[in-house]
């Protein structure tokens, strides 16, 4: 299994920055894929971002494209996600996850990892 632990939450402004980091360990092999999904509340988990560690390819949600950027750096075994322009509803519980295979969706079953979370308000 792949450890993760999500940081850099908080609270921002509307039209502000935030940069998240998820930092790894464990089992590597676990983590083909990363991504970051957020819940707020009352609502379903939904994926934001992902990146394909071997590749470096990123997806994003329609609703933070333009906005919102994943990165990684191998050297650190950490994934970031920096959000720009946010908005009042980008307020959310957010989530890292790993998956072993592919890195095609957001389907949350396929992702065998996940982190605590860190909690995300704009305000």
């Known amino acids: 299994h792949v450890q993760l632990v999500e940081s850099g939450g908080g609270s921002a402004q509307s039209g502000g920055s935030l940069r998240l980091s998820c930092a790894t360990s464990?089992?590597?092999?676990?983590?083909?894929?990363m991504a970051w999904f957020r819940q707020a509340p009352g609502k379903e988990r939904e994926g934001v971002a992902r990146?394909?560690?071997?590749?470096?390819?990123?997806y994003y949600a329609d609703s933070v494209k333009g906005r919102f950027a994943v990165s990684q750096d191998n050297a650190k075994n950490t994934v970031y996600l920096q959000m720009n322009s946010l908005k009042p509803e980008d307020t959310a519980m957010y989530y890292c996850?790993?998956?072993?295979?592919?890195?095609?969706?957001?389907?949350?079953?396929?992702?065998?990892?996940w982190g605590r979370g860190t909690q995300v308000t704009v305000s």
């Open positions: 996850a790993a998956r072993a295979v592919g890195c095609r969706d957001f389907l949350k079953a396929v992702y065998n990892d």
């Open positions: 990146i394909y560690t071997g590749s470096g390819n990123t």
């Open positions: 464990g089992y590597t092999y676990n983590r083909n894929c």
